[in-house]
T-cell receptor, first 114, second 109 residues
């Protein structure tokens, strides 16, 4: 029962470098989400995909892009990393509208931008 | 936009009952959820309310009043393992979540 799998678990970048955070779910969920969590704070939504083929901006989309590659996979890309993007990134999935309202989270990617 | 308010910290002793309140302002309301997060871990789902009233799941209960834009999480028979952060979150139309800043619960022996 893998659930939601995120890679990598840890990453250190230099300012200006790019990288892609990977997320895959095996629960046949329609909706997927990317959040970031800064120390002592709640999670903030970056982007979400309500269904395969659609993506929408969340609360803090600037500096990020996403790709819903297929129903299972939803990636988050940082084109030019900045120190302000140092955070823990969580991917989540859910059945989506019409289903239950439970979001299942991956273990997170801890990103430091120097 | 959406905003949620919850206390930053709560402390209680083992075996006690604790209530964590949450007030919210939202432009479109599809429900209120509660998530638990242990240090260094991922959030895990506890409870969801779409309609007014109380939902009970074991030692945890959650209440919602849509007219007051208010909800709470009630934890009974506290155990040491309940020490964690608890987040309320409102749902958008695509069930995306807007989280509060979290309440750090410390359970003392």
């Amino acid at each position: 029962n893998a659930g939601v799998t995120q890679t990598p678990k840890f990453q250190v970048l230099k300012t200006g470098q790019s990288m892609t955070l990977q997320c895959a779910q095996d629960m046949n969920h329609n909706s997927m989400y990317w959040y970031r969590q800064d120390p002592g704070m709640g999670l903030r939504l970056i982007y979400y995909s309500a269904s395969e083929g659609t993506t929408d901006k969340g609360e803090v989309p600037n500096g990020y892009n996403v790709s819903r590659l297929n129903k299972r996979e939803f990636s988050l890309r940082l084109e030019s990393a900045a120190p302000s993007q140092t955070s823990v990134y969580f991917c989540a999935s859910s059945e989506g509208p019409g289903g239950n309202n439970i979001q299942y989270f991956g273990a997170g990617t801890r990103l430091s931008v120097l | 936009g959406q905003s949620l308010e919850q206390p930053s910290e709560v402390t209680a002793v083992e075996g006690a009952i604790v209530q964590i309140n949450c007030t919210y302002q939202t432009s479109g309301f599809y429900g209120l959820s509660w998530y638990q997060q242990h240090d260094g871990g991922a959030p895990t789902f506890l409870s969801y309310n779409a309609l007014d009233g109380l939902e009970e799941t074991g030692r945890f209960s959650s209440f919602l009043s849509r007219s007051d834009s208010y909800g709470y999480l009630l934890l009974q028979e506290l155990q040491m393992k309940d020490s964690a952060s608890y987040f309320c979150a409102t749902h958008g139309s695509a069930r995306q979540l807007t989280f509060g800043s979290g309440t750090q619960l410390t359970v003392l022996p």
